[in-house]
Protein backbone atom coordinates (compact mmCIF):
# COMPACT_ATOMS: atom_id res chain seq x y z
CA UNK A 1 0.00 0.00 0.00
CA UNK A 2 1.28 3.45 -1.20
CA UNK A 3 0.11 6.28 1.03
CA UNK A 4 0.37 9.99 0.53
CA UNK A 5 -0.72 12.60 3.42
CA UNK A 6 -2.51 15.36 2.30
CA UNK A 7 -3.72 18.55 4.09
CA UNK A 8 -6.33 20.82 4.12
CA UNK A 9 -7.04 24.30 3.49
CA UNK A 10 -8.80 27.10 4.64
CA UNK A 11 -12.66 26.32 4.75
CA UNK A 12 -12.13 23.69 7.12
CA UNK A 13 -11.93 25.50 10.14
CA UNK A 14 -14.30 24.91 12.87
CA UNK A 15 -15.02 26.11 16.29
CA UNK A 16 -13.34 22.97 18.68
CA UNK A 17 -11.25 21.44 15.80
CA UNK A 18 -8.16 19.97 17.48
CA UNK A 19 -9.35 19.76 21.04
CA UNK A 20 -10.01 16.28 21.74
CA UNK A 21 -6.58 15.43 20.58
CA UNK A 22 -5.37 18.26 23.19
CA UNK A 23 -7.25 16.44 25.79
CA UNK A 24 -6.01 12.68 24.02
CA UNK A 25 -2.17 13.71 23.79
CA UNK A 26 0.34 15.34 25.07
CA UNK A 27 2.31 15.48 21.69
CA UNK A 28 -0.88 17.58 20.48
CA UNK A 29 -1.10 20.01 23.01
CA UNK A 30 2.41 20.44 22.57
CA UNK A 31 1.73 21.41 18.87
CA UNK A 32 -0.12 23.89 19.92
CA UNK A 33 1.42 25.37 22.02
CA UNK A 34 4.52 25.41 20.04
CA UNK A 35 2.24 27.44 17.34
CA UNK A 36 0.85 29.50 20.44
CA UNK A 37 4.21 30.68 21.65
CA UNK A 38 5.50 31.33 18.32
CA UNK A 39 2.92 34.07 17.26
CA UNK A 40 2.65 35.73 20.30
CA UNK A 41 -1.14 34.38 20.62
CA UNK A 42 -3.89 32.50 22.44
CA UNK A 43 -4.56 30.74 18.96
CA UNK A 44 -5.73 27.30 20.22
CA UNK A 45 -7.96 29.40 22.93
CA UNK A 46 -9.74 30.96 20.08
CA UNK A 47 -9.81 27.60 18.04
CA UNK A 48 -11.02 26.08 21.13
CA UNK A 49 -13.77 28.27 22.21
CA UNK A 50 -14.36 30.98 18.85
CA UNK A 51 -15.89 33.19 18.76
CA UNK A 52 -16.39 31.78 15.14
CA UNK A 53 -16.13 34.74 12.99
CA UNK A 54 -12.37 35.57 15.01
CA UNK A 55 -11.40 32.12 13.81
CA UNK A 56 -12.73 32.49 10.13
CA UNK A 57 -9.79 35.67 9.41
CA UNK A 58 -7.40 34.43 7.23
CA UNK A 59 -4.42 35.56 9.59
CA UNK A 60 -6.18 33.25 12.31
CA UNK A 61 -7.24 29.99 9.82
CA UNK A 62 -4.25 29.24 8.36
CA UNK A 63 -2.08 29.14 11.16
CA UNK A 64 -4.91 27.49 13.07
CA UNK A 65 -5.76 24.80 10.16
CA UNK A 66 -1.72 24.07 10.05
CA UNK A 67 -1.61 23.76 13.59
CA UNK A 68 -4.50 20.70 14.04
CA UNK A 69 -2.90 19.34 10.72
CA UNK A 70 0.84 19.06 12.80
CA UNK A 71 -0.72 17.91 15.76
CA UNK A 72 -2.06 14.91 13.82
CA UNK A 73 0.93 14.17 12.30
CA UNK A 74 3.16 14.50 15.32
CA UNK A 75 0.63 12.18 17.58
CA UNK A 76 1.03 9.69 14.88
CA UNK A 77 4.54 9.79 15.27
CA UNK A 78 4.81 10.10 18.94
CA UNK A 79 2.37 8.08 20.29
CA UNK A 80 1.83 5.43 17.64
CA UNK A 81 5.18 5.56 15.36
CA UNK A 82 3.94 6.01 12.29
CA UNK A 83 6.03 8.71 11.07
CA UNK A 84 5.98 10.16 7.83
CA UNK A 85 8.71 7.95 6.02
CA UNK A 86 5.21 5.91 6.33
CA UNK A 87 4.34 8.18 3.40
CA UNK A 88 5.26 8.13 -0.61
CA UNK A 89 4.01 11.55 -1.20
CA UNK A 90 2.59 14.52 0.68
CA UNK A 91 0.93 17.74 -0.88
CA UNK A 92 -1.51 20.02 0.56
CA UNK A 93 -4.36 22.42 -0.58
CA UNK A 94 -3.21 25.70 -0.78
CA UNK A 95 -2.40 26.88 2.74
CA UNK A 96 -2.05 22.81 3.66
CA UNK A 97 1.29 23.06 1.13
CA UNK A 98 2.75 24.40 4.17
CA UNK A 99 1.27 22.14 6.61
CA UNK A 100 2.30 19.11 4.21
CA UNK A 101 6.30 20.71 4.42
CA UNK A 102 6.17 20.92 8.13
CA UNK A 103 4.86 17.87 8.83
CA UNK A 104 7.49 16.39 6.50
CA UNK A 105 10.58 18.37 8.12
CA UNK A 106 11.59 20.91 5.63
CA UNK A 107 10.47 23.88 7.60
CA UNK A 108 10.16 24.05 11.45
CA UNK A 109 6.69 24.56 12.87
CA UNK A 110 7.56 27.91 14.50
CA UNK A 111 8.45 29.38 11.43
CA UNK A 112 5.33 27.78 9.33
CA UNK A 113 3.07 29.30 12.13
CA UNK A 114 4.67 32.77 11.53
CA UNK A 115 4.48 32.30 7.87
CA UNK A 116 1.33 31.39 7.67
CA UNK A 117 0.09 34.29 9.93
CA UNK A 118 2.22 36.78 7.60
CA UNK A 119 0.14 35.23 4.35
CA UNK A 120 -3.02 35.95 5.40
CA UNK A 121 -2.33 39.14 6.82
CA UNK A 122 -0.60 39.85 3.49
CA UNK A 123 -3.46 38.22 1.15
CA UNK A 124 -5.85 41.00 3.16
CA UNK A 125 -3.86 43.74 2.53
CA UNK A 126 -3.35 42.90 -1.35
CA UNK A 127 -6.89 43.96 -2.12
CA UNK A 128 -9.20 46.49 -0.23
CA UNK A 129 -12.36 44.75 1.22
CA UNK A 130 -14.89 44.12 -1.75
CA UNK A 131 -12.98 44.33 -4.67
CA UNK A 132 -12.28 41.12 -5.41
CA UNK A 133 -14.53 37.93 -5.26
CA UNK A 134 -14.57 34.24 -5.68
CA UNK A 135 -17.26 31.87 -6.65
CA UNK A 136 -17.46 28.12 -7.39
CA UNK A 137 -18.88 26.37 -9.74
CA UNK A 138 -20.38 23.39 -9.56
CA UNK A 139 -22.32 20.80 -10.99
CA UNK A 140 -22.07 17.32 -13.72
CA UNK A 141 -21.23 19.83 -16.53
CA UNK A 142 -18.54 21.85 -14.44
CA UNK A 143 -15.19 21.21 -15.59
CA UNK A 144 -11.92 22.69 -15.80
CA UNK A 145 -12.92 23.79 -19.49
CA UNK A 146 -16.20 25.14 -18.64
CA UNK A 147 -14.62 27.46 -15.61
CA UNK A 148 -11.97 28.37 -18.15
CA UNK A 149 -14.81 29.83 -20.76
CA UNK A 150 -15.92 31.63 -17.68
CA UNK A 151 -12.96 33.22 -16.65
CA UNK A 152 -12.73 34.36 -20.10
CA UNK A 153 -15.46 36.08 -20.41
CA UNK A 154 -15.07 37.52 -16.94
CA UNK A 155 -11.54 38.82 -17.75
CA UNK A 156 -13.38 41.40 -20.44
CA UNK A 157 -14.07 43.77 -17.54
CA UNK A 158 -11.34 42.84 -15.41
CA UNK A 159 -8.99 39.88 -13.86
CA UNK A 160 -10.09 36.78 -13.46
CA UNK A 161 -9.10 33.60 -13.83
CA UNK A 162 -9.32 29.87 -12.40
CA UNK A 163 -8.27 29.85 -8.64
CA UNK A 164 -8.59 26.03 -7.63
CA UNK A 165 -9.30 22.81 -10.37
CA UNK A 166 -10.75 20.91 -7.28
CA UNK A 167 -12.38 18.28 -9.35
CA UNK A 168 -14.25 17.48 -12.11
CA UNK A 169 -18.05 19.39 -11.04
CA UNK A 170 -16.03 21.63 -8.48
CA UNK A 171 -14.10 24.21 -9.75
CA UNK A 172 -13.13 27.56 -8.50
CA UNK A 173 -12.72 31.14 -10.44
CA UNK A 174 -11.35 34.10 -8.73
CA UNK A 175 -10.42 37.91 -9.27
CA UNK A 176 -11.70 41.87 -9.70
CA UNK A 177 -15.40 41.87 -8.28
CA UNK A 178 -17.53 42.67 -11.44
CA UNK A 179 -15.46 40.04 -13.40
CA UNK A 180 -16.43 37.74 -11.13
CA UNK A 181 -20.02 38.62 -11.37
CA UNK A 182 -19.78 38.41 -15.21
CA UNK A 183 -17.68 35.17 -15.42
CA UNK A 184 -20.38 33.94 -13.06
CA UNK A 185 -23.19 34.97 -15.61
CA UNK A 186 -21.41 32.90 -18.14
CA UNK A 187 -20.90 29.78 -16.17
CA UNK A 188 -24.38 29.27 -15.55
CA UNK A 189 -25.25 30.08 -19.31
CA UNK A 190 -23.32 26.86 -19.64
CA UNK A 191 -25.33 24.88 -17.59
CA UNK A 192 -23.15 25.34 -14.09
CA UNK A 193 -24.22 26.39 -10.63
CA UNK A 194 -21.88 29.39 -9.12
CA UNK A 195 -21.88 29.65 -5.80
CA UNK A 196 -20.07 33.15 -4.58
CA UNK A 197 -17.73 32.09 -1.63
CA UNK A 198 -17.81 34.33 1.42
CA UNK A 199 -13.79 35.41 1.20
CA UNK A 200 -12.41 38.18 2.51
CA UNK A 201 -9.79 38.33 -0.75
CA UNK A 202 -9.57 36.91 -4.21
CA UNK A 203 -7.18 34.17 -3.67
CA UNK A 204 -4.85 32.25 -6.20
CA UNK A 205 -5.45 34.98 -8.98
CA UNK A 206 -3.11 37.77 -10.11
CA UNK A 207 -4.49 39.98 -7.61
CA UNK A 208 -2.46 38.62 -4.77
CA UNK A 209 0.71 39.88 -6.22
CA UNK A 210 1.61 42.20 -3.68
CA UNK A 211 1.13 39.13 -1.60
CA UNK A 212 3.44 37.06 -3.07
CA UNK A 213 5.88 39.84 -3.31
CA UNK A 214 6.00 39.84 0.90
CA UNK A 215 5.89 36.12 0.93
CA UNK A 216 8.92 36.30 -1.26
CA UNK A 217 10.46 38.25 1.15
CA UNK A 218 9.80 36.37 4.02
CA UNK A 219 10.88 33.29 2.68
CA UNK A 220 14.18 34.39 1.21
CA UNK A 221 15.16 34.27 5.50
CA UNK A 222 13.45 31.40 6.17
CA UNK A 223 15.87 27.57 6.40
CA UNK A 224 13.65 25.32 3.70
CA UNK A 225 15.21 21.66 3.79
CA UNK A 226 14.53 18.88 1.33
CA UNK A 227 10.88 16.74 2.46
CA UNK A 228 11.21 13.50 4.02
CA UNK A 229 8.59 12.58 1.44
CA UNK A 230 8.33 14.67 -1.71
CA UNK A 231 5.77 17.23 -2.08
CA UNK A 232 3.33 17.28 -4.82
CA UNK A 233 3.17 20.69 -5.48
CA UNK A 234 -0.10 22.69 -6.29
CA UNK A 235 1.35 25.22 -9.20
CA UNK A 236 3.11 21.91 -10.71
CA UNK A 237 1.24 19.06 -10.01
CA UNK A 238 4.28 17.48 -9.99
CA UNK A 239 6.73 16.21 -6.92
CA UNK A 240 9.68 18.56 -5.74
CA UNK A 241 11.90 18.09 -3.14
CA UNK A 242 14.74 20.66 -3.57
CA UNK A 243 14.66 23.13 -1.16
CA UNK A 244 15.29 26.39 -3.47
CA UNK A 245 12.47 25.26 -6.25
CA UNK A 246 10.17 24.64 -3.09
CA UNK A 247 10.32 28.52 -1.81
CA UNK A 248 10.30 29.41 -5.47
CA UNK A 249 6.55 27.67 -6.14
CA UNK A 250 5.57 29.29 -2.49
CA UNK A 251 5.88 32.35 -3.85
CA UNK A 252 4.49 31.10 -7.18
CA UNK A 253 1.20 29.60 -5.66
CA UNK A 254 0.01 32.74 -4.07
CA UNK A 255 -0.91 34.38 -7.46
CA UNK A 256 -0.99 30.51 -8.67
CA UNK A 257 -3.90 27.90 -9.61
CA UNK A 258 -4.02 25.05 -7.32
CA UNK A 259 -4.46 22.33 -9.11
CA UNK A 260 -5.23 19.82 -7.10
CA UNK A 261 -7.51 17.50 -9.60
CA UNK A 262 -4.49 17.48 -10.95
CA UNK A 263 -2.18 16.69 -8.13
CA UNK A 264 -4.54 14.00 -6.99
CA UNK A 265 -4.43 12.14 -10.57
CA UNK A 266 -0.55 12.24 -10.65
CA UNK A 267 -0.61 10.44 -7.28
CA UNK A 268 -3.40 8.07 -7.93
CA UNK A 269 -1.56 7.00 -11.36
CA UNK A 270 2.23 7.94 -11.56
CA UNK A 271 2.74 8.11 -8.09
CA UNK A 272 1.15 4.86 -7.58
CA UNK A 273 -0.82 6.19 -4.10
CA UNK A 274 -3.09 3.70 -3.32
CA UNK A 275 -4.52 5.53 -0.01
CA UNK A 276 -4.95 9.14 1.01
CA UNK A 277 -4.45 10.09 4.80
CA UNK A 278 -6.53 13.52 5.51
CA UNK A 279 -4.68 15.01 8.43
CA UNK A 280 -6.24 18.06 9.87
CA UNK A 281 -9.41 19.52 10.26
CA UNK A 282 -12.23 18.31 8.46
CA UNK A 283 -13.42 15.78 5.30
CA UNK A 284 -13.31 18.39 2.29
CA UNK A 285 -9.83 16.07 0.69
CA UNK A 286 -11.00 12.68 1.36
CA UNK A 287 -14.44 13.52 -0.27
CA UNK A 288 -12.51 15.41 -3.51
CA UNK A 289 -10.22 12.12 -3.56
CA UNK A 290 -12.98 9.65 -3.87
CA UNK A 291 -14.42 11.53 -6.64
CA UNK A 292 -10.64 12.26 -8.22
CA UNK A 293 -9.35 8.61 -7.93
CA UNK A 294 -12.52 6.38 -6.94
CA UNK A 295 -10.04 3.33 -6.93
CA UNK A 296 -8.11 4.38 -3.98
CA UNK A 297 -9.08 4.65 -0.28
CA UNK A 298 -9.56 7.87 1.36
CA UNK A 299 -9.44 8.48 4.95
CA UNK A 300 -9.67 11.57 7.08
CA UNK A 301 -7.65 11.61 10.34
CA UNK A 302 -9.38 14.17 12.32
CA UNK A 303 -10.28 12.14 16.06
CA UNK A 304 -7.68 10.33 18.03
CA UNK A 305 -9.94 6.98 16.88
CA UNK A 306 -9.14 8.01 13.71
CA UNK A 307 -5.53 7.69 14.45
CA UNK A 308 -5.69 4.68 16.52
CA UNK A 309 -7.52 2.82 13.57
CA UNK A 310 -5.48 4.15 10.79
CA UNK A 311 -2.19 3.09 13.03
CA UNK A 312 -3.98 -0.65 13.44
CA UNK A 313 -4.37 -0.61 9.71
CA UNK A 314 -1.27 -0.15 8.56
Keep these: MSIAFIFPGQGSQSVGMGVDLAEAFASAREVFQEVDDALGQKLFALMKEGPEGDLTLTENAQPALMAVSLAV ?32 GAI ?10 LRGQAMQRAVPVGEGAMASLIGPKTDLALAEEAAKAGSEVGVCVVANDNNNGNVVISG ?7 AIEKAKELGARAIPLNVSAPFHCPLMQPAADEMAEALAKTTILAPRAP ?22 QVTGRVRWRESMTWLATQGGVTRFAEAGAGKVLSGMAKR ?8 PLNTPADLEAFAASL
Excluded at 108 to 117: F, G, M, P, Q, Y
Excluded at 176 to 182: G, H, Q, S
Excluded at 292 to 299: G, K, V, Y
Aim: a negative charge.
Design 108 to 117: SLSDTARLLK
Design 176 to 182: AKAAVDK
Design 73 to 104: TRTLEKEFGVGIDKAAFVAGHSLGEYSALAAA
Design 292 to 299: IAPDAEAT
Design 231 to 252: LVANVTAAPVHDPDVIRKLLVE
